[in-house]
Every structure is written in structure tokens, then in C-alpha cells.
């Protein structure tokens, strides 16, 4: 072989062996830690259920004046490394017991908007502001916590769901938090009045 072929077999091999050191290196760096906290949109004031109550409430007593608060809940799709999501719409249910009827009341931009109602067989459990001492920014940061950030952290696209709700009895408050994706979901229950986890 000349000069000249040697010197582009060498290059060759030197070439080669740079991409497989560079495919070597790529496959023993560790994945990145998921972040400490979910992302700062979910965090801010318009994300939070306290933000988005008093706009509900002002909907509920229009259409019954002793209308109290069942639940509150929210889905926020596609979240994921990169991934966007919709806007926030909470839901929230108010019971009226002198009708014996439910009002399902979105607000979604800061308006609400009384999706149905609906007559109950029997009485609904109510939420006194005593059971809701925890904010859903701090219930969200719990499950973020307990396995939430790796959860995302392992899925394209993740949809996390919020719902705060009393315990059939109306002795203790819950967040449900959970996260889905693929079939596979992260769940968290949350005491809504101490914050701390319920096994």
C-alpha cells in the first residue's frame, strides 16, 4: 500500500475508534435526575384550587344559597420531559343539602361555568374548611416527592390528575394524586388537613 492509502486507513480507524469511545462514554453517563419540583407553571397562582374556589363559590350560591363544597379536581395532560399542557380547568362539585342536588361547576380563564346538576338519592358528604388545610401545590409537590418526579421522568407523555374529596364518613379529607401513563399509573393519597401521606 502507498503512503497515502495508509494514511486513509489510519484516519479510518481513528475516526472509528473516536465514535465508539464517544457511544461508550453516552452509555455509562447516568441519566439525569428527574428536578427537585414539578415544573413552575403547576406551581403558580392561577394553577392552584384556592385561586379558582372563590370563582366557583360566587357560580354555586347563585344557584343555590347553601351550596357547599363536595370536591375539587383538575387534569393536566401530556406533561412529560419537553412535554406541554393544557390549560388549567378545575372542577369542583357543590351539594346543596335543601335541594338534595349536585352542581358540577368548571372554571376554566377565570370564569365558571355550571356544567349540570344532579338530584341525589342521598345526602353528599361536604368539605369544612378544616379538612382543607393543604394546598394543591403542596399535595402536588408531596406526590412529586413519593415518586411522582421519576414517574414522569420514565414517560413521554404523562397526565396527572389532582382530586380532593372527603372520606364517605366526612371525618377526614383526601387529596388523590395521580399520574398515568401508558396503562401505568403513580398514585398518592394525601391527608388534606396534616399533608401527610395516607398508607
Do not use: C
Request: no cysteine; glycine share 8%; net charge neutral.
Amino acid at each position: 500500500m502507498t503512503r497515502a492509502q495508509w494514511a486513509v486507513v489510519i484516519g479510518l480507524l481513528a475516526f472509528t475508534l473516536i465514535i465508539f469511545g464517544v457511544l461508550l462514554l453516552q452509555l455509562q453517563v447516568p441519566n439525569p435526575l428527574p428536578k427537585s419540583s414539578p415544573p413552575g407553571f403547576l406551581l403558580e397562582e392561577d394553577a392552584r384550587a384556592r385561586t379558582a374556589l372563590p370563582i366557583a363559590e360566587h357560580e354555586a350560591l347563585r344557584w343555590q344559597p347553601d351550596a357547599q363544597l363536595a370536591t375539587a379536581a383538575v387534569v393536566w395532560d401530556d406533561l412529560g420531559p419537553g412535554g406541554a399542557l393544557k390549560r388549567d380547568r378545575w372542577t369542583f362539585e357543590f351539594y346543596s343539602p335543601s335541594q338534595t342536588q349536585m352542581a358540577v361547576i368548571r372554571v376554566a380563564n377565570g370564569q365558571a361555568d355550571r356544567l349540570r346538576t344532579t338530584l341525589l338519592p342521598n345526602p353528599l358528604a361536604v368539605l369544612s374548611p378544616d379538612l382543607w388545610q393543604v394546598n394543591s401545590t403542596q399535595a402536588l409537590q408531596t406526590w412529586w416527592d413519593r415518586g411522582g418526579a421519576e414517574f414522569v421522568g420514565q414517560h413521554s407523555h404523562v397526565a396527572i390528575s389532582l382530586k380532593l374529596r372527603v372520606e364517605p364518613k366526612g371525618t377526614r379529607g383526601l387529596w388523590i394524586v395521580a399520574g398515568s401513563a401508558s396503562e401505568q399509573h403513580h398514585v398518592v393519597l394525601i391527608d388534606s388537613s396534616k399533608g401527610t401521606v395516607v398508607q
